[in-house]
């Protein structure tokens, strides 16, 4: 069964809202402080992979980090933008939730509850 990785920052109401939901509903998942641990190339490549408009599902471009960069981001290589993400991880929307297969960013219960039905029916089987 894959784990569920929840990418967070606690000053983040979203966040706040997402490990709530997660917590209420008993479904187990791993934290991992979007600043401190922040995800690797590897991970966000995957994470990237996952995602059904690209770069701009999980990049922040109403962020105030992606305002000051004053850069076109479509001018960028796919490295060069996960390489900024990874140096500046204001850049990237939160929260992001995995377990691998599915992505969901932001807060979204209607979603959660889709990942979190898979969860207990993997458990039960197991």
Known sequence: MNKITFYSYPSCTSCRK?????????VHFQE????????TFDELKHI????????????A???QT???LNIDINELTLSEVLNLMIQEPKL???PIITDGNKLIVGY???ALSKIAR???IQRSVS
């Not at 991992?32 to 995800?39: I, N, Q, S, V």
């Not at 992979?49 to 599902?57: K, V, W």
């Open 18 to 26: 997402t490990k709530h939901w997660l917590k209420a509903h008993q």
């Open 32 to 39: 991992r402080h979007l600043f401190r641990e922040t995800p």
């Open 48 to 59: 990237l992979e996952l995602t059904t408009e690209g770069i701009d599902e999980i990049l």
């Open 61 to 63: 471009t109403r962020s």
């Open 66 to 68: 992606y305002k000051d």
């Open 92 to 94: 990237l929307r939160r």
């Open 108 to 110: 979204n219960p209607q």
């Open 118 to 120: 898979k969860h207990d």
